[in-house]
């Protein structure tokens, strides 16, 4: 009896890193041609990139039901994924930085996706609204109230008001109230059971969104 849990265990095992062995295969092309030098860098590996990819994730419907949902994931991406897994749903990206700390960036036309150098999987996902649809100074927090009427009020909120307007520390948003000061930059997060969904205001626009661990995760390395 002991003999056979012990050949299940074996098989188990086996069975279980052969997966990610096959999973890691671009990142350990990523990693042979980071070596052990820290110096910033582009990255050149044809196996990694498609210049061609020029797909953009979000469109005027950054303000949907999709994007915004009280979830762990962000379009399709969730944190803990691996390399192979986000060119599968994403395609490869047009270019891939390593900045000094080892934590690649693969750039896509209008999104970032950030890999934890030590678990190599997938550490924060974020997208951004497009340049051209973009709105100078939007109706004094329209976007953080639609928002609200999609998904609910945030967990947490960090609110920066803009130095060069008046407004900016008269009227700091809160729950249930009207009248918001429309200069101000802001992050309303969202915290789901394994990540944050952080969405980013800027004038009362919502220009950008990103899928972040928990600070407590984060802390730990998970």
Sequence with gaps: MKRGLILVAIVAAIGGSAPKARADEFYRALQAEIGTNDTPRDISTALLL??????RRLT????SSEVLARD???LGLRLGMTMKQVFERWGKPKAIWVPCTLRPCLLYEDAFVFFDPTNQVVDEVSVSKPPELRVQWTHPLGDFDKCVELVGEPDERKITPDPFSNEGLDTIPGPGR???AP??????????SSARK?????GG????????????ARKEGR
């Design 178 to 180: 009207s009248l918001r």
């Design 72 to 74: 762990d994931q962000l």
């Design 183 to 192: 200069y101000f930059f802001c992050d309303a997060a969202y915290v789901g």
């Design 198 to 202: 952080v969405l980013g205001f800027n």
């Design 60 to 63: 005027n419907a950054i303000l």
């Design 205 to 216: 626009e919502l220009v950008c969104v990103s899928l972040q661990r928990n600070p407590l």
């Design 50 to 55: 498609d210049p061609s990819n020029t797909v």
